[in-house]
């Protein structure tokens, strides 16, 4: 009986002593960042892409290449392509939900620069 007891107040005290983290409390000060997915295929190429005010460029040689771009709200995806010859060349846009935002196929000649603002959304 006498352990019993004891048990009992063993797991009480155990109940009433546990505290709760307030760390986990508030995360709205948190900022959580989306993926989202450019790819371009195309032999000989050059893209430059805007991401929240910050410029990129990538030299692309042959075949595709995937570029993630990297947000934690609303904004415009601003493309530009250079083709160095003439090529169909494919520009894919994914948002961090897998939503496909553009899939197209162009032809464009050499020197020919191909410029396409999209919109994502993070709703």
Same mark, same amino acid.
């Given at each position: 009986m006498r352990i019993q007891y004891l048990l009992l107040l063993v797991v009480l005290t155990s109940l009433y002593s546990c505290k709760k983290d307030a760390s986990f409390d508030n995360i709205s000060n948190v900022i959580l960042k989306r993926e989202g997915l450019l790819?371009?295929?195309?032999? @000989?190429?050059? =893209?430059?892409?805007?991401? &929240?005010?910050?410029?990129? @460029?990538?030299? =692309?040689?042959?075949?595709? &290449?995937?570029?993630?771009?990297f947000y934690s709200g609303d904004f415009d995806l601003k493309t530009e392509v250079l083709s160095k010859e003439e090529q169909k060349i494919r520009l894919l846009v994914i948002d961090s939900f897998g939503r496909i935002v553009c899939n197209e196929l162009n032809d464009l000649k050499a020197g020919e620069v191909s410029k396409k603002t999209f919109v994502i959304n993070i709703k």
């Open positions: 790819r371009v295929e195309c032999e @000989n190429c050059e =893209i430059n892409y805007e991401v &929240n005010s910050k410029a990129y @460029n990538v030299g =692309i040689d042959k075949g595709s &290449n995937d570029i993630p771009f």
